[in-house]
């Protein structure tokens, strides 16, 4: 499984910050990227199992604003 740049055609924009998660924006650990993705579970790049971390990137948040800022 390696990435072979097709995530990029799915690329997501990180201004949609807002409703990021819920337009099934889906994380590739592989591609390293956020992929716009509804067909399925898997990456149409790599074919990595994609991740949806709603509650986990809120918590996340959360916490970072506490805390110092990491990028
Ligand atoms: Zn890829
Ligand atoms: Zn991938």
Redesign the pocket.
Known sequence: MS?KNI?IEYKAKKSFHASFYENGVRR?T??EVFIRWNNGSR?P??G?VLRIKTHDAKLRRRLLSKSKTVS
Do not use: S
């Open positions: 990435c995530c590739c592989e591609c990456c790049c790599c990595t």
